[in-house]
């Protein structure tokens, strides 16, 4: 094979050779394309004392007008959400026809906010994607899904649930 | 949900789905 | 009649296969939501090392399409059509894109995707129709019946994936020169010398991803690539209009491999072969002498494949 790389091409060769023709191109630095990895958490970290965690969530899911499940007593530290999720419908609505609501699509989403402590005064608050549910049945349980289906089911788009979460974090970020 | 910490008024979410037998790590950049 | 054998191979190998079979057990994908700002999604493209991402509009809840190096080609040409517009452009959101495109009357370009389950074939005969180098795979939502962005499938790992997969690309040994594969008429060339701003416009009047740079003897020395804006951009350095495309390369970044050449004496096999173990998008033909003949691209070789 006389497959090669060139060797002018390679941007040390190509900038000493640039710089010996125009030595004012000495200071031009390449683009570092600074491998600075992502640095992920889980959930987002709070050291406030656990109440006012919760009440600030409240707060920020009231001002986002999603809607909950009043807490019970064994469950204080999880959020059921519900949060009307009615995207904008892609055809361009006509003047004065009433906009057309797809009825067969449920455009309400489910959302598990819970607080979890991680050692004293170090908690987070994880948020978990709970199906959707259609406004028509209302609060009706989700029919139990077998394997199999499961299978076929888990074909979903996270796409409006990370959307929903960052609002949420931003709201909360906004608050603090 | 994992997160990044907000920079440069960007936040960025992601979460592990299973699609079909594969995993994917669907992350969402937005501004705040 | 080995080469004849080898293309039957290797069609019914990408008609019997799907875009999912492609993809690992587990990876990831970054999207970005229209609302963000052209600059900073530049920035998020660069620190992962890729060079393109779907975009989804919160507000609708669609996939929007692809964010791709031929849009900020598009900004950059803007800039150099309205210079007073710097403002405008470092306000540039993702989702007003589709206006600078109509702004400097350049090609809508049609989203292409296709479902996951479909032929690998298909994927590859949707790029070459619409000229993409990558196609989203698009699903549908089972509740809410709107597209899911499972992957981005590339040209390139198309044929990594043939490589890795089929041994009859190895009788794949009839020489470049008597197939008619690749470009060796007609080429556009530029010197060092030559503005960047002149490069660009020849990246979107020739509708090519790479325009050879070459001596005064044609000799070639470097190659100016649809890529090499992102690091323009993000250096700011499009705002001096006369930077010559010789300067505009110093701020490649060091982990560039390298531009590949080849001769016409080499054959499919060795080229796929190299697809298997190195990053590369394409191959200049050189003569001994070094001197530029021709190009051969991943479209080329996919062409070649699927309908030689």
């Known amino acids: 094979s006389t497959i090669a790389i060139l060797p002018s091409s390679l941007p040390q060769i190509h900038r000493a050779y640039m710089v010996q023709s125009y030595p004012e191109l000495a200071s031009v630095q390449p683009v570092v394309t600074k491998k600075s990895k992502t640095r992920w958490h889980f959930g987002i970290r709070s050291r406030s004392y656990p109440l006012d965690v919760m009440c600030e969530i409240y707060r920020a899911l009231k001002n986002l007008g999603a809607e909950w499940v009043r807490p019970s007593e064994e469950e204080l530290w999880t959020i059921k959400v519900r949060w009307k999720y009615s995207p904008v419908a892609q055809k361009e609505k006509k003047e004065g026809q009433e906009e057309e609501t797809d009825d067969s699509v449920p455009d309400l989403m489910k959302m598990q906010i819970q607080l979890f402590q991680l050692e004293p005064n170090n908690y987070l608050v994880d948020f978990k994607f709970d199906g959707w549910e259609s406004k028509r049945k209302d609060l009706e349980e989700e029919p139990v899904v077998d394997d199999e289906e499961q299978e076929q089911i888990s074909s979903f788009s996270a796409y409006p649930f990370l959307h929903l979460a960052t609002k949420l974090i931003m709201e909360l970020a906004v608050n603090s | ?32 | 009649r080995d080469q004849q054998i080898a293309l039957k191979a290797i069609r019914s190998f990408l008609q019997s296969k799907n875009s999912f079979d492609v993809l690992p057990v587990s990876y990831r994908l970054i999207v970005f939501e229209t609302s963000l700002l052209v600059k900073r999604a530049l920035n998020i493209l660069l620190q992962n090392s890729i060079v393109s991402a779907p975009l989804w509009n919160s507000k609708t809840s669609r996939f929007a399409g692809l964010l791709t190096s031929s849009d900020f080609i598009n900004v950059i040409q803007y800039y150099s059509q309205n210079p007073d517009q710097f403002q405008f452009v470092d306000n540039l959101t993702l989702d007003g894109l589709r206006d600078v495109e109509k702004a400097i009357g350049a090609p809508q370009l049609e989203t292409i995707s296709i479902h996951p389950f479909k032929s690998l074939y298909e994927a590859c005969v949707k790029m070459i129709e619409s000229s993409a180098r990558r196609i989203p795979l698009i699903d549908e939502d089972e509740k809410t019946h709107r597209e899911i962005v499972v992957s981005v499938l590339t040209q390139y790992r198309i044929l990594k994936f043939v490589s890795m997969n089929c041994r009859e690309t190895k009788i794949l040994l009839q020489p470049l020169s008597e197939l008619k594969v690749g470009t060796t008429t007609n080429l556009s060339a530029v010197k060092l010398e030559t503005p960047v701003m002149d490069v660009i416009h020849l990246l979107i009047s020739q509708s090519v991803s790479s325009v050879p740079i070459v001596d005064d003897q044609d000799k070639l020395i470097n190659v100016y690539e649809a890529v090499d804006v992102l690091s323009l951009i993000k250096g700011g350095m499009y705002t001096d209009l006369s930077l010559s495309v010789g300067e505009a390369l110093i701020k490649r970044s060091d982990d560039f491999e390298g531009v590949y050449t080849c001769t016409l004496e080499d054959n499919l096999c060795v080229i796929l072969e190299t697809i298997r173990k190195s990053r590369l998008h394409r191959l200049f033909i050189v003569d001994t002498a070094g001197k530029l003949i021709g190009v051969i691209t991943l479209s080329d070789i996919l062409k070649y494949l699927l309908f030689d």
């Open chain 2, 1 to 32: 949900l994992a997160t990044t910490s907000i920079k440069h008024n960007t936040l960025a979410v992601a979460s592990v789905i299973r699609y079909k037998r594969k995993y994917v790590t669907q992350i969402l950049y937005a501004p705040l």
